[in-house]
């Protein structure tokens, strides 16, 4: 097994050039700047995840003649004991997978809203949106999606070499033997003091004698194990049927939610057709709604086209149209998106090179300001979810995200199952016009309802060229989830970056409400006085985002492990 820590300082040996611009002054030398990342070659299979043990149990799986769904699936457990900020069994996520026969697909594992579930459940007495409502009460909760949709892919894309209990038993003996708290765990978890220890059956887990768990001390989770042990014994009934099912609903109607024990009954994870697009030549592969993410990927690249951003390099020219292509697909996102089951939406219009075309045109040498796009209101924060990607002997590839949106979520844990639940339904547009906790501005589209999907940025991503996976993609980063991932492909492809360089690279973005751009360390001074010059508001931001990918490359598998967050790390073998 090779492999190396995304923030490791010996990483920086294996940096093969500087990026472009990173050595440049900071526009906020207060800012941390970003580490190095690395890029770990391999032949035979590399899973790249945002947390190592949970990693090295993916290339294992891989090595015991898993593919790399039964590896994504091993991953998403493990995730669940090692990185309860995001990995879980009480959240949801997308998985993006494209099998060496030539089948692409996905699964939607997103959270549902309950039965009960009502278009104003998140406004105040006076039809206000409430942020308590929608964000710290157990009427954020949606009803997990992760274990029926790790299931679903395993039943249906696993190698059958593996049995389902042999996937889990690595997060069963993490979860029950407990593991030395470390990396991002150890950054996490004293920040979200009060958002755990407000819960007991919580603070009984992550606290001690009412003080967080903290770097060096063991993180052990009983219940958790008994809950995976289930799982691993009766599939989906372990979770959404008897005790643990029973649990999690009495501890969200504890919290003032609605959830029963039939909603987790009645919860159904869905595969559904990739949403498909074209870049230079390339495939691109990505999550349809009720994600966002892969109509306004494919939106962005289709007018990101229009131009030879190759020719113009990697500066301001090239940096002013990527921040108009974010603006406008931003802006479709808040009009037009929401649950599939519930709205209609022109997606064969917004991926099409003819609207792109049309979109283009308004794009001019200066900033045009996001009220000239379209109205909407303002806010945003935020950078709590993983993405891991993983890839086979084979060529078979999976890019998975996950989430409980928040960091841990909601925070409580459902007493006596060690399940920390999500706050998903804060995804949900309060009112119209209001922006979530991430500023995305939503209309009546992706207004709460019984049974439906909250809106996402989530983007799981596959490059394909040929037909074969060229790059495997995705991050966590809320509403900068779609940009971050955007950048690293238009990094790769567009400037021939390295994997690791593409995904290191300063990123900028914008979400067409605030009218504003973010703007990571490291760009240089000049190329920012000149986005100033064209009219953008710049507005520097700490690094964020945490872009775990892969590049298939004639040497081979080329993992890269975002160095944003402490512990990423890309095992090959
Ligand atoms: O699904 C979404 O778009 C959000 N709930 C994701 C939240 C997120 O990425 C948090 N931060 N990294």
Redesign the pocket.
């Known amino acids: 097994m090779r492999l190396l820590r995304g923030s490791s300082l010996l990483v920086a040996l294996f940096i093969a050039t500087a990026v472009l611009a990173q050595s440049a002054p900071q526009l906020d030398s207060t800012l941390p700047d970003i580490p190095p990342v690395a890029a770990v070659t391999a032949q035979h299979g590399m899973v790249v995840a945002q947390e190592a043990q949970a990693a090295r149990i993916g290339v294992q799986i891989l090595e015991r003649g898993g593919n790399a769904v039964d590896a994504a699936v091993a991953v998403g457990f493990a995730l669940a004991a090692t990185y309860p900020r995001a990995g879980n069994l009480g959240g949801g996520g997308f998985m993006v997978i494209h099998l060496a026969n030539g089948t692409n697909t996905s699964i939607d594992y997103r959270e549902t809203a309950p039965a009960a579930a009502t278009p104003d459940m998140f406004l105040d007495a006076r039809g206000e949106p409430d942020l308590v409502k929608s964000r710290d009460t157990g009427l954020a909760v949606g009803v997990p999606g992760s274990v029926a949709g790790l299931l679903m892919a395993e039943q249906k894309y696993g190698s059958g070499k593996l049995k389902l209990a042999d996937l889990i038993q690595p997060a069963i003996e993490l979860a029950a033997g407990g593991f030395t708290i470390d990396d991002d765990l150890a950054d996490t978890l004293p920040r979200t003091y009060e958002r755990l220890t407000r819960w007991p059956s919580s603070a009984r887990i992550f606290a001690n004698n009412g003080a967080m768990l903290q770097q060096g001390d063991r993180l052990v989770q009983p219940e958790l194990a008994a809950t995976l042990r289930a799982i691993a014994q009766r599939g989906a009934f372990g979770f959404y049927a008897g005790r643990v099912a029973e649990q999690i609903a009495a501890a969200v109607r504890a919290a003032n939610g609605v959830m029963t024990a039939d909603d987790l009954k009645n919860y159904r994870p869905i595969e559904r057709p990739v949403m498909r697009g074209t870049y230079r030549g390339y495939d691109v592969i990505a999550m349809p709604p009720p994600s966002s993410g892969g109509v306004c990927l494919i939106d962005m690249l289709n007018i990101l086209e229009g131009y030879d951003l190759g020719r113009l390099g990697r500066g301001t020219e090239a940096f002013h149209l990527e921040i108009e292509a974010m603006k406008r697909a931003y802006a479709d996102r808040a009009l037009y998106m929401g649950d599939p089951a519930s709205v209609r939406m022109p997606l064969d219009e917004l991926t099409s090179k003819a609207y792109a075309a049309r979109q283009r045109s308004s794009i001019g040498p200066r900033a045009t300001p996001s009220a000239d796009i379209r109205a909407g209101a303002p806010a945003r924060e935020?950078?709590?979810?993983t993405h891991y990607s993983v890839i086979d002997r084979d060529g078979n590839a999976v890019a998975t995200t996950t989430?409980l949106?928040f960091s841990y979520g909601l925070g409580l844990v459902a007493e006596g199952t060690g399940v920390l639940l999500n706050n998903?339904l804060d995804?949900f547009t309060a009112k119209p016009g209001a922006p979530n906790a991430y500023g995305l501005v939503g209309f009546e589209a992706n207004l709460p309802g019984p049974n439906k999907r909250p809106l996402?940025?989530?983007t799981p991503t596959i490059v394909l060229k040929d037909g074969k996976p060229a790059l495997i993609t995705g991050s966590?980063?809320?509403s900068r989830?779609i940009s971050t991932v955007l950048q690293v492909i238009v990094n790769a492809l567009d400037f021939k970056m390295s994997v690791a360089q593409a995904v290191q690279a300063s990123r900028l973005h914008h979400q067409w409400m605030p009218d504003e751009t973010d703007v990571e360390p490291g760009f240089a001074p000049v190329a920012l006085d000149d986005l100033r010059a064209r009219g953008h508001t710049l507005e520097p931001t700490p690094p964020y985002s945490s872009a775990n990918s892969i590049a298939i490359t004639p040497q081979g598998y080329v993992g890269a492990a975002d160095s944003r967050t402490h512990g990423a790390m890309a095992v090959g073998y």
């Open positions: 935020g950078q709590n979810t989430t949106n998903e995804d996402s940025s989530m966590p980063g809320g989830i």
